[in-house]
């Protein structure tokens, strides 16, 4: 019997998501960043700063940044490490991670980048300082495989950061849902020329756990003193695991 699993609202084939999910971001990757500005109204750069000052990463560290898409946590976590550390970017969507290591490219910042599935991470044990994943945990079929991935591939006392959208305030949802549902794909369709992506972004958010199931899955994971900061009413969270 085949596996099933969630695209969006849709029940797929395990083995279909990955390559429906890659269509997603292929079809909208040249206008992607626009997108986040608008449909976030730029929160999403505030968002993503706040990872990075809760990171707190060190000249001299080793960062993998997972789904890094256009590369904004990478660009800002290779200016903290300097010369002496490394950041190192990958993503399961090779159009996306070109676009992503053209921008760091044009900010002078010489980076790796690898095309690679977040499940199946091409590092050995106790690689790096800090991973962080920025708006892509959501779309990995086997969430708790991916985590369990990033824990190997930290050091003890290496800490993993989670940015995602996640559940927001019951006071919020109504609005939330309209802006959503409406909003988006509308969005999606006039800049994107894609109102399905934008859809399926919204359904994709709704099926992703909410904070304290995200918890207990980095938990499980086999991190440590897991921290949730709700960002937004709980529009989107930070989930902070440490590697004891």
Not at 58 to 69: F, M, N, T, Y
Not at 193 to 210: F, K, M, N, T, V
Not at 225 to 235: P, Q, R, S, T, W
């Amino acid at each position: 019997m085949t596996r099933t699993t969630d695209f969006g609202f849709e029940q797929v084939g395990e083995d279909d998501k990955a390559g429906r999910v890659a269509a997603v971001f292929d079809q909208v990757a040249g206008r992607y960043d626009l997108m986040n500005d608008l449909m976030s109204f730029g929160l999403h750069r505030f968002w993503k700063a706040f990872v990075v000052a809760l990171a707190r990463v060190r000249p001299g560290e080793q960062v993998l940044d997972i789904a890094s898409g256009t590369g904004d946590l990478a660009r800002a976590l290779a200016r903290r490490v300097g010369r002496r550390g490394g950041v190192c970017m990958t993503d399961i969507n090779g159009v996306m991670l070109a676009h992503g290591r053209a921008r760091l490219d044009d900010a002078g910042l010489l980076v790796p980048a690898i095309q690679c599935d977040a499940e199946r991470l091409p590092f050995p044990d106790a690689s790096f300082d800090c991973v962080t994943v920025g708006f892509g945990l959501r779309n990995m079929t086997h969430k708790e495989i991916a985590l369990g991935e990033m824990t190997r591939v930290l050091r003890r006392g290496g800490r993993l950061f989670v940015l995602e959208f996640s559940r927001a305030r019951k006071a919020l949802a109504p609005l939330y849902d309209l802006y959503s549902f409406k909003v988006l794909p509308w969005l999606g369709a006039r800049v994107a020329g894609d109102a399905q992506a934008y859809r399926y972004l919204a359904e994709s958010i709704r099926q992703h756990p909410d904070q304290a199931t995200l918890a207990t899955m980095m938990q499980d994971a086999g991190l440590s003193e897991v921290d949730v900061f709700n960002l937004a009413g709980g529009v989107v969270a930070v989930h902070r695991g440490l590697r004891l």
